[in-house]
């Protein structure tokens, strides 16, 4: 290698961390303010204080808030990854007529804004007599993360030999059997990674949740809500960073789910964290 | 509609399509009991799609299939008969030699130690023993093998179908894994059903032999009769190596036609049912085997010139092309020619007609 390509090479790599900080430098003064000891979200900083987090913790109705949202997460992440299951193997494993329209439209809340499927569910909602309540965000959030499961899922139902499950079928075990027996164990890492990317779409996702939650606010909802009032807002921050905190974990067990065994293709990794 | 008695499995009239593409074209096969059979065909022949379909994993699109007397279509993969050995061997990864034996057997009302019993025996019949706790990727090619055949016989199948278990090994332990398997058959004594694209694999194995070409079934007969009469110019070139000469019937008695060919003049050869007419263009095919070089002029013989030779141990290939002709070449297997071997070299070439066979197109 020249060293003229050396240097290049050295050039591209600065390049690429200028703009990680320019994007994340933004996400990391939530955290530096979540300390500063003042009412404004302005430089200077006036001193480190954990007093934020002390309000936080004082505020029942951000806890409320934050179960919300942990219950909203845990019912869409699994029912959405179920159901994902089923769609991976059957886009993965039969034949079937227009298979490629049905996939499409599967996946057609990847790229359809969600504030126009927020309104038409609402309309739906109230039309067919439904309150709104976490149930009516948790359809919502499914519709959001259905594709992300379907998704992370196909690439672990390719990933392996499909002989296998001829092969139980073959040794005499029937449909079920051969499910629970051979396919799950295998897909498994990819069945968690999806669990955890659903979870973390679904705690974090705002635009939905705004438009399908009646009186019982989920987390993003509620922090909303309180930019309205100033002297609240750091207590949101602090809130803020530790959503933060645990989104990015659990995106990186996901990932790591995700990768472990043999992997390959069409996977949406990186999700926006709706903050 | 019952199946004769000497036939084990039966397939009736069975063609089966993909959308446009025809991957079993009406086929009829009946295979006997206690059989090495094998399918064989160069890849895309339809011979995995024929084993697939007597596993149960593909329905026919129309035609019967009968095993043991009983009819199949009805019959979904886990309940018929069947056990594969898959290309892959399709271990189990998730689980170990001693469960991916066991798997079949669970749920049987097997009793815990009559299921150790039978995987041990099983796992030892395939010298297997000290195996148990591994994984399929700490086993070799040929361990891995032998887990599959121990996992699928130990469900005690009526038929085993193999689809080309031996493609993944190399060249050694493919011929040591060849004698296993017909040690093997021979000792459980049940019906084998062996797809295979590598002739020489299929004459050395098997009872007899379907050969198949794009979804039909071309000849069904043993490696003796396929190898010394085989009855198509399809047949004749995916089994052995052979000489196939264009020629012109001339002349037709009884038993026998006389064809004429630029190479090897006229020469009066036996057929056994003559629906030749003269004036008609055949294939007439000489094993390189049925031909002999000689240094020195006989009487009958032909005047060629060495092309080329190539040494294989235990024979050696010459390739002559006759004098005044060109572009048409002749390969003659010879163990004791003892002349020169420079190209360009003036030999005589001579032959038995009644080794020689006639092909219709």
Not at chain 1, 218 to 240: C, E, H, I
Not at chain 2, 3 to 21: A, M, Y
């Amino acid at each position: 290698m020249g060293m003229e390509q050396q240097s290049k090479g050295r050039m591209l790599q600065y390049y690429a961390w200028v703009a990680i900080v320019i994007i994340y430098l933004p996400v990391l003064l939530l955290p530096l303010f979540s300390f500063n000891d003042g009412r404004y979200i302005a430089f200077p900083i006036r001193g480190l204080t954990l007093k934020w987090y002390i309000e936080m913790f004082n505020t029942p109705a951000m806890h409320k808030a934050l179960w919300n949202s942990i219950q909203v997460a845990v019912v869409t992440s699994v029912l959405a990854t179920a159901i994902g299951i089923f769609g991976a193997k059957a886009v993965t494993r039969y034949r079937m007529p227009g298979k490629g329209p049905v996939m499409f439209i599967v996946m057609l809340p990847l790229v359809i804004p969600t504030i126009v499927f927020g309104t038409s569910l609402l309309i739906f909602v109230r039309w067919i007599g439904l309150d709104l309540s976490l149930f009516s965000i948790i359809i919502g959030h499914m519709i959001i993360c259905i594709p992300f499961s379907i998704a992370v899922l196909i690439s672990r139902f390719e990933g392996f030999d499909r002989a296998l499950e001829d092969a139980a079928a073959d040794l005499g075990v029937g449909a079920a059997g051969t499910f629970f027996r051979v396919t799950m164990p295998l897909v498994w890492p990819g069945v968690i990674a999806s669990v955890l990317l659903c979870f973390v779409i679904s705690f974090d996702e705002f635009i939905m949740a705004f438009f399908l939650s009646g009186s019982e606010p989920t987390l993003p909802v509620y922090m909303y809500s309180r930019m309205r009032f100033p002297q609240k807002l750091p207590g949101v921050l602090a809130m803020g960073s530790l959503v933060i905190m645990a989104s990015v974990v659990i995106l990186i067990l996901a990932e790591f789910f995700r990768r472990r065994g043999q992997d390959r293709g069409i996977v949406a990794s990186g999700t926006g964290l709706g903050i | 509609m019952k199946t004769t008695d000497d036939s084990f499995v039966e397939i009736q009239d069975v063609t089966k399509r993909f959308g446009s593409v025809l991957a079993v074209d009406q086929a009829d096969l009946a295979i006997r009991r206690g059989e090495f059979f094998s399918l064989l065909g160069p890849s895309g022949c339809g011979k995995t799609t024929l084993l697939r379909l007597l596993a149960g994993f593909e329905a026919p699109t129309t035609g019967a299939i009968y095993i043991d007397g009983d009819e199949m279509s009805t019959v979904p993969a886990f309940r018929r008969p069947t056990s594969m050995v898959f290309q892959s061997y399709a271990i189990f990864p998730h689980l170990d030699v001693f469960n991916n034996v066991a798997f079949g057997l669970r749920g049987k009302g097997l009793s815990s130690p009559e299921l150790k019993q039978k995987v041990h025996d099983a796992l030892s019949g395939m010298k297997l023993d000290g195996f148990e706790n591994r994984r399929a990727n700490q086993l070799s090619g040929g361990q891995r093998q032998r887990v599959a055949l121990a996992r699928s016989l130990v469900t005690e199948p009526k038929l085993l179908l193999l689809d080309e278990p031996l493609g993944a090994l190399d060249k050694k332990l493919r011929e040591e894994m060849q004698i296993e398997l017909r040690q093997l058959q021979q000792r459980v004594g049940i019906t084998f059903v062996f797809v295979t694209h590598d002739q020489e694999e299929a004459l050395t194995l098997s009872d007899r032999i379907a050969v198949m070409n794009e979804g039909q079934i071309l000849q069904v007969a043993t490696p003796h009769e396929l190898y010394e009469r085989p009855a198509s110019r399809a047949v004749a070139e995916f089994i052995g190596q052979m000489n196939l000469l264009e020629v012109e019937v001339v002349d037709i008695e009884a038993d026998s036609v006389t064809v004429s060919c630029p190479t090897l003049g006229e020469n009066k050869v036996s057929v056994g049912s003559s629906s030749f007419r003269c004036g008609q263009r055949a294939t007439l095919a000489v094993r390189p085997e049925n031909l002999v070089l000689d240094t020195e002029v006989s009487e009958g013989t032909a005047r060629v010139e060495l092309k080329a030779s190539a040494y294989y141990g235990n024979t050696t290939i010459y390739r002559v092309a006759v004098e005044g002709i060109t572009g048409e070449t002749i390969d003659i297997s010879q163990q004791d020619y003892r002349g020169s071997t420079t190209p360009g070299t003036i030999l005589w070439l001579r032959w038995d007609s009644a080794n020689f066979l006639l092909l219709s197109e």
